[in-house]
Every structure is written in structure tokens, then in C-alpha cells.
């Protein structure tokens, strides 16, 4: 199983970038697709959650109505559009795969620990 993102970058305040997460291994319809990020000396923070069998989407508070996630599965890859993006958005952006345990949950934003398979994250920087 591998998940690769892309898309990160340098952005300013207020700018949007598109994250991609491609997925090989497994079908993007059989689990939930999480979005995370961390900056360094912190935890892993969830950002959103996402079913594409479903449609079913959780955000973080913090990104609600700013961020969304869209997927295709011809492609098995799943999307995260972030919109409006302040300083403090800046941090690794990681996508990671859950299975039943996350799929059935994942209204309350399932933690990290809870996932299977990780990306190896990519870097979104905010300037002011």
C-alpha cells in the first residue's frame, strides 16, 4: 500500500493550494481517507475525514468552510482544497487510509493512531 501527496508549497495569506493524495494498494472506496497535519513539536492534528463510497466528509473546526475534500475514484485519489489560508494552516500536510473502525466513526474525527497506512506528508507554508 503506498499513499503519495502532493501539491504543497509556499502560499500567501488568503491564497489556495490543492493537496492530492494518490493511493495504489487499495480502493479509495473501501476506507476512509484522512487529512492531517502537524507542525514540528506538536501532535498530529486530524483535518478532515472523508468517505468516497458514501460521501460522507468531517472537517476540523478550524478549517470548516475553508477546506474541502473531493476524491476520484477512476484515479483513486483523494483531494484537499484549501482555500483562505492563514499563517497558522502552515505545517506537514499527511493523508493517511482507515478501515472499518475509522469508516464507522469518523463523524468524531478519528485520530491518528486509528489509521493504517500513512503518506510520507507534504509541506504548506502560509506567509504573511
Known amino acids: 500500500v503506498q499513499l503519495v501527496e502532493s501539491g504543497g508549497g509556499l502560499v500567501q495569506v488568503g491564497g489556495s493550494l490543492r493537496l492530492s493524495c494518490a493511493v495504489s494498494?487499495?480502493?479509495?472506496?473501501?476506507?476512509?481517507i484522512g487529512w492531517f497535519r502537524q507542525v514540528s513539536g506538536k501532535e498530529r492534528e486530524a483535518v478532515s475525514c472523508s468517505s468516497s463510497s458514501d460521501g460522507r466528509k468531517t472537517y476540523a473546526d478550524s478549517v470548516k468552510g475553508r477546506f474541502r475534500v473531493s476524491s476520484d475514484s477512476a484515479k483513486n485519489t483523494v483531494y484537499l482544497q484549501m482555500n483562505s489560508l492563514k499563517p497558522e494552516d502552515t505545517a506537514v500536510y499527511y493523508c493517511?487510509?482507515?478501515?472499518?473502525?475509522?469508516?464507522?466513526?469518523?463523524?468524531?474525527?478519528?485520530?491518528?493512531?486509528?489509521?493504517?497506512?500513512w503518506g510520507q506528508g507534504t509541506q504548506v507554508t502560509v506567509s504573511a
Open positions: 493517511a487510509a482507515g478501515g472499518y473502525g475509522v469508516i464507522a466513526t469518523m463523524e468524531r474525527l478519528p485520530p491518528a493512531v486509528e489509521y493504517d497506512y
Open positions: 494498494g487499495l480502493n479509495i472506496d473501501d476506507y476512509a
